[in-house]
């Protein structure tokens, strides 16, 4: 999991993923808090560089020393920034090191930032606004859009439609990509969330269609069966159609 600040909540509550039978891992990698303020700063034009280095070398790192984690099956999720890691991962080799990818509310595009409500991240992680002499090569280098040719990863996408720190455009940016590369890939929105899913039964569907998701592709059993009109969450009883949701696949 790849998240910029690794703090815990209810929505990466790691400890679901390790029910599961995964070994996690969250990198603290350059840009996070975990180790004071100028690596927190170090990311400043610097989004796809140390952040990325720091997850090779700990893929490689776990490789070599961690022989009771089965790499051949790793799968990675990220949302916002770590959303835009997935994304950037699925387009440089360390994307094939993983069977599949989870991005949540991430970036695709780094010219669509200037659609966001909050233009102090771009403007200040890459030193200035794209109009300006100079800060324009600083938004290109970063782009993950353009990567998409390497694209081959099976990626789940999540967005949902009251993100204006990053707008749902992004994620079917990302959708339509790959389904026009034929990558297995899946879409799934709540039009009743914003940057995070903080409804109760959303959060099951949430849960539900991620580790659905990594699941298939870790060779592990489904976590909860799935209902062509919807999600049977307790697996028993009627399935109730669910208002604000929407799964493409």
């Excluded at 610097?46 to 070398?57: E, L, M, Q, T």
């Excluded at 590369?181 to 899913?197: A, C, G, I, K, M």
Aim: glycine fraction near 8%.
């Amino acid at each position: 999991m790849i998240n910029i600040v690794m703090q815990w909540s209810t929505r990466w509550n790691m400890a679901i993923f390790a029910e599961q039978g995964y070994v996690v891992i969250a990198p603290n990698i350059t840009g996070s808090t975990g180790y004071g303020q100028a690596f927190c700063d170090a990311i400043q034009n610097n989004w796809g560089g140390s952040p990325y280095v720091d997850a090779v070398n700990g893929f490689e790192y776990i490789e070599k020393h961690l022989h009771y984690v089965d790499t051949d099956r790793a799968v990675a999720l990220g949302a916002s920034y770590g959303g835009y890691m997935m994304n950037w991962i699925q387009g440089h080799p360390l994307g094939r090191k993983f069977k599949a990818l989870v991005c949540h509310d991430g970036v695709f595009s780094m010219s669509n930032q200037l659609s966001s409500d909050e233009q102090y991240f771009p403007n200040h992680d890459l030193l200035g606004p794209p109009w300006k002499k100079n800060f324009r090569e600083n938004w290109d280098r970063w782009d993950p859009s353009r990567y998409t040719e390497n694209w081959a990863t099976p990626q789940l996408v999540i967005h949902n439609e009251r993100d204006y720190r990053l707008p749902i455009s992004e994620g079917l940016a990302m959708f339509n990509v790959l389904q026009e590369r034929e990558v297995e890939s899946r879409f799934l929105t709540f039009s009743d969330e914003n940057h995070w899913v903080l409804k109760e039964e959303n959060s099951l569907v949430w849960h539900t269609v991620v580790l659905n998701w990594i699941n298939k592709y870790a060779g592990l059993p489904p976590y909860k069966e799935e209902r062509e009109q919807g999600f049977d969450i307790e697996n028993k009883g009627p399935v109730r159609e669910k208002e604000g949701e929407m799964v493409m696949q």
